[in-house]
């Protein structure tokens, strides 16, 4: 009998092509460095209970996580890396609204806005 192991790597936090050019933008815009990462996380709230979080962060908290997607450095606090497992950061500018938005694949329930969630 032979036993294999299967290796697979799941990215925290995936950041699509259009969420990282707009992260670029506003960083320039607000004269920030590099220096400055994404911060997410998720708090209590929303019409769904829970809701996420953006912005940009140039400290470092001991309880953070480090991820990194097309070179966009991501920092998560530890409560709120098990509710974002998986999830993909983009950037919406259609007739919809415009704005980030998360793809979270954890989520049961959204609300219409898309702002809040359930697991």
Do not use: W
């Amino acid at each position: 009998m032979v036993l294999t192991k299967r290796l697979f790597i799941i990215i925290m936090i995936n950041v699509t092509e259009k969420a990282k050019s707009r992260i670029i933008e506003l960083r320039t815009e607000d004269s920030m460095s590099e220096d400055h990462n994404i911060r997410v996380s998720v708090k209590g709230g929303g019409c769904s209970g829970l809701m996420y979080d953006l912005g940009f962060d140039d400290k470092v908290q001991d309880s953070d996580e480090i991820f990194e997607d097309r070179g966009v450095k991501i920092l998560v606090d530890k409560k709120s890396m098990l509710y974002l497992l998986g999830t993909t950061l983009d950037f919406s500018d259609g007739l919809n609204g415009k704005g980030f938005q998360f793809i979270n694949p954890n989520a049961s329930r959204t609300c219409g806005c898309g702002e809040s969630f359930s697991i």
